[in-house]
């Protein structure tokens, strides 16, 4: 075993401490690029089975090609903090397929229905990151997974891991009439020339990227590590304002501006500027500190963007305007107009939820109506693009008959789950079942209720904040606690009022907790039901759900 020596107060900065690995994943990182593991995959695991992954491999470097092994089933939560990742862990896999910008024509849609069918027992989740998810992957058949995605022109490089993970695209990039500027060329540039270089392959944790012209701001790039934003320069013309250090999980950050306009053919290298000043200045001791936002809390945004401009561009930037607030909805569920005449189509699964057979029959539909191209959205939704005036409702009906809605309910649009215990080794509770639930209930009791917009609920089956727990009006914290008899018992904690400047709160913020309020599955429709008609009962005007939240008294919201 590897004995780790931590020098006092060094922070595992490569540029200010040197590169001696001061973790076990840095270690295992240091030990071998985790890119190389595909090839041990191929010729060796797929062939030798589950039995022959060593840990570092299996735990540790499979990651970077979006494969994690998921939770042994009958695992309940009251033992994910206790048992081993070998006790935790299934001999089947997770499997995600990065889809930048959430972009996919009809026909790589096929062959996710056919991965899904052939190889993952019709599992396929449509993640809050526009990427799809698939479980009950066996080793053996990972290589024929990647030669079939492969060939239609997809990749889980990156996936996971300490590593550029997928771009976040505006899902109206190039097609909608209000566009700043189209962000696919950056987005584009940025995946052709720098994922799955192994210069870029050991990153201090991952680093999460999110790019949109889009003026409803539809890439929540206050929590992401960069983000690129459209905005117009008075003597320049289009091009994107510079967002660093956000962040969730459990010690949430919003990212802060950098003051910097960024041309669009700046964009690609002021990415890998940041990235390799990350790489570089990030904090390697400990995993729970290494994020970007960590840094950027100790710097501040102005020694962040000389540092940027003298070490890694060699030029400064200019400075530049700030997105306005957006007052449009950034989920571009129902039907819209493109600026070719054309139309496009949002329509909202169950919390992310779909199957090989649903997405089959998305491509039917999306092709009856003569329409070729999709786009997932960072709201677990699907846009089908191009779609023809005359087959709008053809699309709408043939989407309807999957449980795909151009016309939800508030509650089925605004609720999002993760993964949650059903495959997550982190989790606590169930995560999906529980929305989807919630969702039938709340539609049941909240049918004559109307809402001038909907109320977003995020259910998380843990801390990490996969699903966003801060930054909705209800965030759901899954966990394990005692009840009044001492027994263990599963509940989640409740946070109010989150919200960004993308969801058009002047003083957008992160959620309110309040104290001793915790709240079972079970009881998880009655206080939905109880605060939302609260809100409606209270709310002055057209306040709403989270201004209300964060002044209304503890006792109106529990
Ligand atoms: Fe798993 Fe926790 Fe993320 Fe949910 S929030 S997917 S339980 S790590």
């Given at each position: 075993?590897?004995?780790i020596?931590?020098?006092?107060?060094a922070?595992?900065?490569?540029a200010?401490d040197?590169?001696?690995p001061?973790?076990p994943?840095?270690?295992?990182?240091?030990?071998?690029n985790?890119?190389?593991?595909r090839e041990?995959?191929?010729?060796?695991?797929?062939?030798?089975?589950f039995?022959s992954?060593?840990?570092?491999?299996l735990?540790?470097?499979?990651r970077?090609?979006?494969?994690?092994t998921?939770r042994?089933?009958g695992?309940?939560g009251?033992?994910?903090?206790t048992?081993?990742?070998?006790?935790?862990?299934?001999?089947?896999?997770?499997?995600?397929?990065?889809?930048?910008?959430?972009?996919?024509?009809?026909?790589?849609l096929?062959?996710?229905?056919?991965?899904?069918?052939?190889?993952?027992?019709?599992?396929?989740?449509?993640?809050?990151r526009?990427?799809?998810?698939?479980?009950?992957?066996?080793i053996?058949n990972?290589?024929?997974?990647?030669?079939r995605?492969?060939?239609a022109?997809?990749?889980t490089t990156?996936?996971c891991?300490?590593?550029?993970?997928v771009?976040?695209g505006?899902p109206?990039a190039?097609?909608?009439a209000?566009?700043?500027i189209?962000?696919t060329?950056?987005?584009q540039e940025?995946?052709?020339?720098?994922?799955?270089d192994?210069d870029l392959?050991?990153?201090?944790?991952?680093?999460?990227?999110?790019?949109?012209g889009?003026?409803s701001?539809?890439?929540?790039?206050?929590?992401?590590?960069?983000s690129l934003?459209?905005v117009?320069h008075?003597?320049l013309?289009p091009?994107?304002d510079?967002w660093?250090g956000?962040?969730?999980?459990?010690?949430?950050r919003l990212a802060?501006?950098?003051?910097?306009?960024?041309r669009p053919?700046q964009?690609?290298d002021?990415?890998?500027g940041?990235?390799?000043?990350f790489?570089?200045y990030?904090?390697?001791?400990?995993r729970?500190?290494?994020r970007?936002?960590f840094?950027l809390?100790?710097?501040g945004?102005?020694r962040f963007?000389?540092?940027?401009?003298?070490?890694y561009?060699?030029y400064a930037l200019?400075d530049?305007?700030?997105?306005?607030?957006?007052?449009?909805?950034?989920?571009?569920?129902g039907v819209?107009s493109?600026?070719?005449?054309r139309?496009y189509v949002?329509l909202?699964?169950?919390?992310?939820r779909v199957?090989?057979?649903i997405l089959r029959g998305l491509a039917?539909a999306?092709?009856?109506?003569?329409?070729?191209?999709?786009?997932f959205?960072?709201?677990?939704?699907?846009?089908?693009l191009?779609?023809?005036?005359?087959?709008?409702?053809?699309?709408i009906?043939?989407a309807?008959?999957l449980?795909?809605?151009?016309?939800?309910?508030p509650?089925r649009r605004a609720?999002?789950a993760?993964t949650g215990?059903?495959?997550c080794?982190?989790?606590?509770?169930?995560?999906?079942s529980?929305?989807a639930n919630l969702?039938?209930?709340?539609?049941?009791?909240?049918?004559g209720?109307t809402?001038d917009?909907p109320?977003?609920?995020?259910?998380?089956?843990?801390?990490?904040?996969?699903?966003?727990?801060?930054?909705?009006d209800?965030?759901l914290?899954?966990q394990?606690?005692?009840n009044?008899g001492g027994?263990?018992?599963?509940a989640f904690q409740?946070?109010?009022g989150?919200?960004l400047?993308?969801?058009?709160?002047d003083?957008a913020g992160?959620?309110?907790?309040?104290r001793?309020l915790k709240?079972t599955?079970d009881?998880?429709?009655d206080?939905v039901?109880r605060v939302?008609r609260?809100?409606?009962?209270e709310?002055?005007?057209?306040e709403?759900f989270?201004?209300?939240a964060?002044r209304a008294d503890e006792?109106?919201l529990?």
């Open positions: 075993m590897t004995t020596h931590r020098p006092e107060r922070e595992g900065q490569w200010v040197g590169r001696a001061l973790n994943n840095e270690v295992f990182k240091a030990a071998d985790p890119l190389h593991v041990r995959i191929e010729k060796t695991y797929a062939r030798l089975g039995d992954i060593p840990p570092d491999d735990h540790g470097r499979m970077w090609w979006g494969i994690y998921q042994r089933q695992i309940d009251g033992r994910t903090a048992a081993t990742p070998e006790e935790l862990s299934d001999r089947y896999f997770m499997m995600r397929v990065r889809l930048d910008g959430g972009a996919i024509t009809v026909r790589q096929r062959v996710l229905a056919d991965i899904s069918d052939d190889f993952a027992r019709g599992t396929a989740d449509i993640t809050d526009q990427n799809l998810q698939f479980h009950w992957v066996e053996e990972v290589p024929e997974i990647w030669r995605l492969e060939a022109g997809m990749r990156e996936a891991g300490d590593t550029p993970r771009i976040l505006s109206v190039g097609i909608s209000e566009e700043i189209d962000p060329p950056v987005i940025i995946v052709a020339r720098f994922i799955g192994e392959a050991n990153l201090p944790r991952k680093f999460k990227s999110a790019i949109t889009h003026p701001l539809d890439v929540l790039h206050e929590i992401n590590d960069i934003v459209g117009v008075p003597e013309g091009g994107y510079l660093v956000g962040g969730l999980s459990v010690a949430p802060e501006r950098l003051g910097a306009f960024v053919d964009a690609a002021v990415w890998l940041t990235i390799r000043l790489q570089d990030g904090y390697r001791r400990l729970t500190k290494a970007l936002k840094l809390a100790a710097w945004a102005q963007r000389e540092v940027l401009e003298t070490e561009l060699g200019a530049g305007p700030a997105p306005a607030s957006s007052t449009l909805p950034a989920d571009h569920i819209h493109q600026k070719d005449g139309h949002g909202a699964p169950t919390v992310g199957s090989g057979g039917d999306a092709e009856m109506s003569g329409a070729r191209r999709i786009r959205t960072p709201h677990q939704k699907v846009l089908v191009d779609v023809p005036a005359e087959g709008v409702d053809t699309l009906e043939q309807g008959r449980g795909l809605t151009a016309s939800p309910s509650y609720t999002l993760c215990i059903e495959y080794k982190f989790a606590f509770v169930e995560t999906k529980t929305a969702i039938g209930e709340l539609e049941r009791r909240l049918a209720v809402l917009r109320i977003t609920v995020h259910v998380n089956g843990c801390p990490n904040s996969c699903a966003r727990i801060q930054i909705a209800i965030g914290k899954g394990l606690q005692k009044p027994a263990d018992e599963f409740v946070f109010l989150g919200g400047a993308s969801a058009a709160r003083d992160l959620g309110r907790t309040v001793g709240v599955a009881e998880l429709p206080y039901e939302t609260r809100f409606l009962a709310r002055g005007g057209d709403s989270a201004d209300w964060h006792g109106s529990r």
